[in-house]
Each structure stands twice: as structure tokens, then as C-alpha cells.
């Protein structure tokens, strides 16, 4: 089966940095490909998409962390690099993953049937 695991995760000042990283296991269909995409949470709050990357080299990002964070993702791997950070950027960040012949950077969570444990992020002043 599929498994996903995230790091990188820690505490950092605001204006600070953090690169996340996340790995993707257990395809065994050359049909598909992993696509991967970034949510978090914070409690109480809802989940949202935070970066994706489509097959056709697009890259999406949620309005909130545009120009401070980059995705890129190599096959089962993605990473976030996250600058700029602020405090409202703390939260619970999670790697989500289905495989699809074509990956459409969908910021939907439902689409994802594969997700990885979380890996917090806090971001104080």
C-alpha cells in the first residue's frame, strides 16, 4: 500500500525559514504517478491546500503564502521551502497523495486518498 511520510517540521521565529520534505511509497502500477500536495490545519480550523504542482509543470499555492513559499516535487518526492514565515502560518502541515495518470495540482483534500502523519509547525514572535 501507499505511505506517505512528512519532516521537517519545527519552531521558528517570525521571518524565519523551514523546508519540508515529504517521501511517498508503494506504487506498483508504471500507469500512475504520484501526485502530492501540501495541506495544513490548525485546531478547530479547516484544512487547506497550501501547494501543488500539476504534470503539466504548473504550480498552485494558496493566496496567503504566494511569493513566500516553493513547491517542487520529483517524482514520489515534494518539497516546501517556506520563508518569510509568520504566526499565521503555524499550524499542523500534512502531505497528501493519490495516483492519477495526470496530476491536476488539486487543493481539494477529498481527492486524496493517502496521507502522511503531519509535521508541526510553529511560528512565534
Known amino acids: 500500500q501507499v505511505h506517505v511520510v512528512e519532516s521537517g517540521g519545527g519552531s521558528v521565529q517570525i521571518g524565519g525559514s523551514l523546508r519540508l520534505s515529504c517521501v511517498a511509497s508503494?506504487?506498483?502500477?508504471?500507469?500512475?504517478?504520484?501526485?502530492l500536495t501540501w495541506f495544513r490545519q490548525t485546531p478547530g480550523g479547516e484544512r487547506e491546500g497550501i501547494a501543488s504542482?500539476?504534470?503539466?509543470?504548473n504550480t498552485y499555492y494558496l493566496g496567503s503564502v504566494r511569493d513566500r513559499f516553493s513547491i517542487s516535487q520529483n517524482e514520489n518526492m515534494v518539497y516546501l521551502q517556506m520563508n518569510s514565515l509568520k504566526v499565521a502560518d503555524t499550524a499542523m502541515y500534512y502531505c497528501?497523495?493519490?495516483?492519477?495518470?495526470?496530476?491536476?495540482?488539486?487543493?481539494?483534500?477529498?481527492?486524496?486518498?493517502?496521507w502522511g502523519q503531519g509535521t508541526q509547525v510553529t511560528v512565534s514572535s
Open positions: 497528501a497523495a493519490t495516483l492519477a495518470s495526470f496530476c491536476t495540482g488539486n487543493f481539494m483534500a477529498d481527492r486524496y486518498d493517502y
Open positions: 508503494g506504487n506498483t502500477d508504471s500507469r500512475y504517478r504520484y501526485c
Open positions: 504542482t500539476a504534470s503539466d509543470g
